[in-house]
């Protein structure tokens, strides 16, 4: 879907989602990203792998634009065949938690090439599809909850905030819901009910989860995304600037 969403798009289309960068740019990036992805699965390495690269020299990388696509998919298909291939017992590293290793690679390569592949749609002319057209429900959720219990909580994506301050985030399609408490500069994040956990929060985000997952990764406006925000906005604020998954 991103590979035909670039071709659509054309590579050197701007990528409104990703601030000065061409679909070309982005095509390279999760091209690099599935082989770094891939290599984790299997070779088995008991470290995250650092080759070194920075994002300069990715996006500096990799075939022409004739052949970019094409690299793209091939790329794509190995780092599936090596998940599907994979032993369910697979022991290698990681860098959140989940129920094996095998399903962390799954989950966070999932997770990423969708946002990437909304990206690469909101580089078309008509820009990208509304949130719940392009994500189903229970994948967006799955999506939420990585990115609140795992990106969210761990520690260079520590919010700051003064004081205690609390967000609620509830998923009305899914019945699921999360609450994000800042507290002293620490992050605590957990899973909870429609009703909540721990009392009212300082501000409530509710919605679909499609728009939730857009909004949270900075992909789409609480309008755009069918989303309401109510209590205090600030509290998003900081979650705005603070998780964003960047390049490391």
Request: some cysteine.
């Given at each position: ?17 990703c601030p000065?960068?061409q ?8 091209a ?5 992805a891939?290599?984790h ?25 004739a052949?970019?696509?094409?690299a793209?998919?091939s ?8 998940l599907r ?32 592949r ?25 999506g939420?909850d990585?990115?609140?219990m ?8 520590r ?13 009305a ?7 994000v ?15 909540g ?6 501000c ?36 705005r ?8």
């Amino acid at each position: 879907m991103l590979a035909d969403a670039a071709a659509a798009a054309g590579l050197t289309a701007s990528v409104p989602t990703c601030p000065g960068w061409q679909v070309r740019d982005l095509v390279r990036h999760q091209a690099y990203v599935h082989r770094w992805a891939a290599r984790h699965v299997t070779e088995r390495p008991a470290t995250v792998l650092d080759d070194g690269d920075d994002e300069e020299a990715v996006l500096a990388s990799g075939p022409d634009d004739a052949e970019l696509i094409a690299a793209y998919r091939s790329g794509h298909a190995a780092l599936v065949a090596a998940l599907r291939a994979a032993d369910p017992d697979l022991d290698c590293a990681t860098f959140m938690p989940a129920p094996s290793p095998l399903a962390f690679w799954a989950r966070r390569q999932a997770h990423e090439t969708a946002i990437h592949r909304y990206d690469a749609q909101s580089a078309a002319a008509g820009g990208a599809p509304e949130p719940g057209a392009a994500f189903a429900a229970a994948f967006a959720d799955d999506g939420v909850d990585e990115l609140i219990m795992g990106f969210a909580a761990r520690r260079r994506y520590r919010l700051r905030a003064d004081g205690t301050r609390s967000l609620a985030v509830r998923a009305a399609d899914t019945g699921n819901g999360w609450r994000v408490t800042l507290a002293d500069g620490a992050t605590k994040v957990a899973r909870c009910g429609q009703a909540g956990d721990g009392g009212a929060a300082d501000c409530l985000l509710a919605g679909p989860a499609a728009g939730i997952y857009a909004y949270l990764w900075n992909r789409s406006a609480a309008a755009a995304a069918t989303v309401t925000v109510t209590g205090d906005p600030a509290v998003l604020d900081v979650w705005r600037s603070s998780v964003r998954v960047t390049w490391s």
